[in-house]
């Protein structure tokens, strides 16, 4: 089956750690790729997409991922969190019209 | 500042009452969908509207209808809620060319929906 997944169901870090968080996609073709950010009691907000072109992408508040077809993976880093990062991640794929989201992994920062 | 407006933020009823959400978009999106999410879990695709053009998924119960009078309004009907509905209902919009299924979705802030 189609799917995205997520390896990182609950991540907690102190400020100022690096992030990685893993997300692998299970299909091929034509592949669209995005990370949202669901700030407690917010929307989901777009962080990044990849759509084609340059692997490596920069999205907001310092976010990155890089797009390894070989590894079927789109992970999301950040050099140095900030409390203020504490939220749910979702990785997000479009296999033909259906965009497919991973389970979410949800980041806990502590001062 | 164009945006997904969704109401109300915050929904009550009883279990079997029917119940209506709606969700208005600024963005001038051709495309608008209907998520369900539930507590801890991802985002789960009930239905979309491309244009006027309803696609339900195969695993959406017949309890959720959908209706799209124009393309700025989109509204989700539960007709006989169950316990099981209770989650947080996400609309969400994109522009897509003929054929698409590539551009970014833009969510609204969800209605949480309780069934008592």
């Known amino acids: 089956a189609q799917s995205v997944s997520q390896h990182n169901h609950h991540v907690i870090l102190s400020e100022a750690a690096s992030l990685e968080l893993g997300c692998n996609y299970s299909?091929?073709?034509?592949?669209?790729l995005f990370w949202y950010v669901q700030y407690p009691g917010q929307h989901l907000q777009l962080l990044l997409k990849?759509?084609?072109?340059?692997?490596l992408v920069k999205g907001i508040k310092g976010f990155e991922a890089e797009f390894i077809k070989s590894k079927f993976s789109f992970n999301l880093r950040k050099p140095s969190v900030q409390w203020s990062d504490t939220a749910e991640y979702f990785c997000?794929?479009?296999?033909?019209?259906?965009?497919?989201f991973g389970t979410g992994t949800r980041l806990q920062v502590f001062p | 500042d164009a945006m997904v407006i969704q109401n109300p933020r915050y929904q009550v009823t009883q279990f079997g009452k029917p119940v209506t959400l709606s969700c208005s978009q600024t963005?001038?999106?051709?495309?608008m969908y209907w998520y369900q999410q539930k507590s801890s879990q991802a985002p789960k695709l009930l239905f979309h509207?491309?244009?006027?053009?309803?696609?339900n998924e195969a695993d959406t119960p017949d309890n959720f209808q959908s209706r799209r009078p124009n393309t700025s309004f989109c509204f989700l009907d539960i007709r006989s809620p169950g316990l099981g509905d209770a989650a947080m209902y996400l609309c969400?919009?994109?522009?897509?060319?003929?054929?698409?299924?590539?551009?970014?979705?833009?969510f609204g802030p969800g209605t949480r929906l309780t069934v008592l």
């Open positions: 509207y491309y244009d006027k053009d309803f696609n």
């Open positions: 997000a794929g479009y296999n033909t019209d259906k965009l497919i």
């Open positions: 969400a919009t994109s522009r897509e060319e003929q054929g698409g299924g590539t551009d970014t979705q833009y």
């Open positions: 963005l001038n999106h051709n495309v």
């Open positions: 299909y091929g073709g034509t592949v669209n």
């Open positions: 990849y759509f084609s072109g340059d692997p």
